[in-house]
C-alpha cells in the first residue's frame, strides 16, 4: 500500500483508492484484516478524521466490513466490479 499522497488533491479519496487497488490485486485477500481508522491515521499519517472518511467510503462499496471490538476486514464476498 503505498503511502505517498498528492498534496493538491484530498487525502481520504487517495487513501481509499489505495487500498481498493490493493484489494482489487489481491494483495488484500477476501476475509483479510486491515488497519483500522487509528491505525490507517498513523500509517499515512493523516487526521483520525480523514481514516475514518477512506473507510467509510471503502465500506459503502462494499469492500470493507467492521466488526466493533474486533477489527476491519475485506469483505467475504467483494461487489462485481462490472
Known amino acids: 500500500m503505498s503511502r505517498d499522497l498528492d498534496p493538491t488533491k484530498a487525502k481520504w479519496p487517495q487513501i481509499s483508492a489505495a487500498i481498493e487497488r490493493d484489494i482489487s490485486a489481491g494483495i488484500l485477500a477476501p476475509a483479510a484484516r486491515i488497519p483500522g481508522a487509528v491505525e490507517l491515521s498513523g500509517l499515512w499519517g493523516v487526521s483520525l478524521t480523514v ?12 469492500l470493507i466490513r467492521t466488526e466493533n471490538g474486533v477489527g476491519t476486514f475485506v469483505a467475504d464476498t467483494l461487489p462485481d466490479s462490472n
Open 51 to 62: 481514516a475514518r472518511k477512506a473507510l467509510a467510503d471503502l465500506r459503502e462499496k462494499g
